[in-house]
């Protein structure tokens, strides 16, 4: 994944780039302003053609007409390639390019972190596959928790009728954790199969899951 950043509005293009060397960076530059012009004139086609294939089908054409009219779309500014690596099969972990080489985005010591959305859902499945209930605890929204304890998760996920379906939709979400995640500054959302939209929102500092 690519991240093209401009002055004051920011493109996300569907770009495999192999390395990081000047040439491939031009070539994001260029794929981000082809982009850009394509939002100028209108051409949502184009744009959805440009996109991650499954954040396609959510822009908001509305949005998109919005931005073409503004004034907004500048130079780009920052190419930043960030890539996912994989310490386990239910563990990626984000990457960023630094100019010298490729560096952890995030601490990859830390087994239940909550500091972004995708972290978040990689403590829900790795908690709960370890029954770390007090994990799962904190997972969940404020508003959950009231009158919660972690006697009522083991229940749940181990004996009450709806155990089964806890432990598919945990499976489920695993095997979409490196799939995009849509975010803003307070909610996140990650569709899996069948339609089904994983939530988040931030709490503070950290990410809660609303539903999965």
């Known amino acids: 994944m690519v991240a093209v950043k401009r002055a004051e509005a920011l493109v996300a293009a569907a770009i495999v780039a192999v390395g990081c060397a000047p040439t491939q960076i ?3 530059e260029r794929a981000g302003d082809r982009v850009s012009a394509s939002i100028r004139r209108g051409d949502e086609g184009a744009v959805r053609a440009a996109a991650i294939p499954s954040l396609a089908g959510a822009l908001d054409g ?15 500014v920052e190419v930043r390639p960030e890539a996912l690596l994989f310490l386990s099969n239910e ?3 984000a990457a960023r390019w630094s100019g010298k080489g490729w560096v952890f985005a995030e601490d990859p010591g830390v087994l239940f972190d909550q500091s972004t959305p995708r972290a978040a859902l990689r403590s829900l499945v790795r ?6 209930w007090d994990v799962l605890l904190g997972l969940a929204p404020q508003r959950y928790r009231i009158g919660l304890a972690q ?8 004996e009450g009728e709806h155990a089964a379906a806890l432990v598919q939709a945990r499976d489920r979400l695993a095997r979409h954790l490196a799939d995009p995640i849509q ?3 307070h909610e996140a959302a990650l569709e899996v199969e069948d339609g089904v939209v994983v939530r988040l929102e931030r709490e503070g500092e950290r990410w809660v899951v609303v539903d999965f």
């Open 183 to 185: 975010e803003d500054a």
């Open 91 to 93: 563990r990626p972990v």
């Open 127 to 132: 908690a709960s596959q370890e029954q770390r």
């Open 151 to 158: 006697e009522d998760l083991r229940r749940a996920w181990s």
């Open 62 to 76: 509305v949005e998109l007409a919005r931005q073409g009219r503004s004034a907004g779309l500048g130079k780009i």
């Open 26 to 28: 031009r070539e994001l």
